[in-house]
T-cell receptor, first 113, second 112 residues
């Protein structure tokens, strides 16, 4: 099992550009999450999903969109990138509920200039 | 409202001595509490969790934590630090599946 994989590992965007951060898990987990981690801070939940076709907002959803068409994939879309979105983004998954262990991907380091 | 306060941003211990990482939480209901560890340039890994069962929770790599409702604390301990324990540690509180609140982290340094 590869676990949770994220692509790309690094990306530099210009202000106003858009991009999609990819997240895939091969553990057949129903719950998936997107977090951002700013320097010296804990993680903040952006969006989460309890299964294919079901997504909901977390603590900091503004400026992001998600979709969940399959159990495996949970892409995060940034529209009109802003410097405030410079961060490290982590995807995670868990099964069968949110109280169970979350398995994290290695992260995507995004810089918006 | 939920929140987590990690009382120390940095902790240094000598190898072989005990580790104590402190976490206080705020929650209106019965929370689930977690400790995660993050090694440099890696994703997070669960150390242990409390979900309203036994108040003393044992985790991986010799770590344990005690849920104290009266003190709203969930401190992480280990009897003897190992060099491989050097990492960032996060305390997390959650009441529902859509709200996870992470502390700002405690950086643990282990001195040989």
């Amino acid at each position: 099992n590869a676990g949770v994989t994220q692509t790309p590992k690094f990306r530099i965007l210009k202000i106003g550009q858009s991009m999609t951060l990819q997240c895939t898990q091969d553990m057949n987990h129903n719950y998936m999450y997107w977090y951002r981690q700013d320097p010296g801070m804990g993680l903040k939940l952006i969006y989460y999903s309890v299964g294919a076709g079901i997504t909901d907002k977390g603590e900091v959803p503004n400026g992001y969109n998600v979709s969940r068409s399959t159990t495996e994939d949970f892409p995060l879309r940034l529209e009109l990138a802003a410097p405030s979105q410079t961060s490290v983004y982590f995807c995670a998954s868990s099964y069968p509920s949110y109280t169970d262990t979350q398995y994290f991907g290695p992260g995507t380091r995004l810089t918006v200039l | 409202a939920q929140s987590v306060t990690q009382l120390d941003s940095h902790v240094s211990v000598s190898e072989g001595t005990p580790v104590l990482l402190r976490c206080n939480y705020s929650s209106s209901y019965s929370p689930s509490l977690f400790w995660y560890v993050q090694h440099p340039n890696k994703g997070l890994q669960l150390l242990l969790k409390y979900t309203s069962a036994a108040t003393l929770v044992k985790g991986i790599n010799g770590f344990e934590a005690e849920f104290k409702k009266s003190e709203t604390s969930f401190h992480l301990t280990k009897p003897s630090a190992h060099m491989s324990d050097a990492a960032e540690y996060f305390c997390v509180v959650s009441e529902t599946g859509n709200q996870f609140y992470f502390g700002t982290g405690t950086s643990l340094t282990v001195i040989p």
